[in-house]
């Protein structure tokens, strides 16, 4: 079965870095755009960022833009987001999920982590 | 950017009720729109996708409708594990908006 593990999270003071990754299974990876989505505490959903299936192409929310990059290796089934200049305001669960549709450019996110929180404080 | 607004923002109802849930979008994103159900300490799971299909599991109670700019979520008749916040996504192009949540309570 499809299985999305969130890591990295943590407490980072502000204007410092962290990686999160997700490690996928149970699909073919490759072949899925992935996207990361965030959900500060008692807050809605906030779409962050997002990698083609083959890493062709990637897009980002303005609030990230600049600041975070989004990557995959497809080797080790493995999505990436690497977070500089941490802001308290982004302080938030942040879930990876995949999309639907083989070697699609857009999809609905069918699937998704269990999210992992990072804490931006001082 | 396409803006989503859902209302009502609460839904108060009891089991057994019919449960119907509004997204407008700021302009037409065809049938590019999502549903999805999130329980409090939960990921949020898609419920409804192209506007009306179902994704993987989803029971028949839960269905989709609309087009354009306007749709609606409807839960025929409410179940337990229901009451829930959901979320529509417009997801045709960057960036994929969500809408703001509507809470289904008892």
């Known amino acids: 079965q499809v299985q999305l593990v969130e890591s990295g999270g943590g407490v980072v003071q502000p204007g410092r870095s962290l990686r999160l990754s997700c490690a996928a299974s149970?699909?073919?990876?490759?072949?899925?755009?992935m996207h990361w989505v965030r959900q500060a505490p008692g807050k809605g959903l906030e779409w962050v960022a997002v990698i083609w299936y083959d890493g062709s192409n990637k897009y980002y929310a303005d609030s990230v833009k600049g600041r975070f990059t989004i990557s995959r290796d497809n080797s080790k089934n493995t999505l990436y987001l690497q977070m500089n200049g941490l802001r308290a305001e982004d302080t938030a669960v942040y879930y990876c999920a995949s999309q639907d549709g083989y070697n699609s450019a857009w999809g609905a996110l069918d699937y998704w982590g269990q999210g992992t929180l990072v804490t931006v404080s001082s | 950017e396409i803006v989503l607004t859902q209302s009502p923002g609460t839904l108060s109802l009891s089991p057994g009720e019919r449960a119907t849930l509004s997204c407008r979008a700021s302009?037409?994103?065809?049938?590019?729109l999502a549903w999805y159900q999130q329980k409090p300490g939960q990921a949020p799971r898609l419920l409804i996708f192209g506007a009306s299909n179902w994704a993987t599991g989803i029971p028949d109670r839960f269905s989709g409708s609309g087009s354009g700019t306007d749709f609606t979520l409807t839960i025929s008749r409410l179940e337990p594990e229901d009451f829930a916040v959901y979320y529509c996504?417009?997801?045709?192009?960057?960036?994929?908006?969500f809408g703001p949540g509507t809470k289904v309570d008892l």
């Open positions: 996504q417009y997801y045709g192009d960057s960036p994929p908006t």
């Open positions: 302009q037409s994103v065809s049938s590019y």
């Open positions: 149970g699909f073919s990876f490759s072949n899925y755009g």
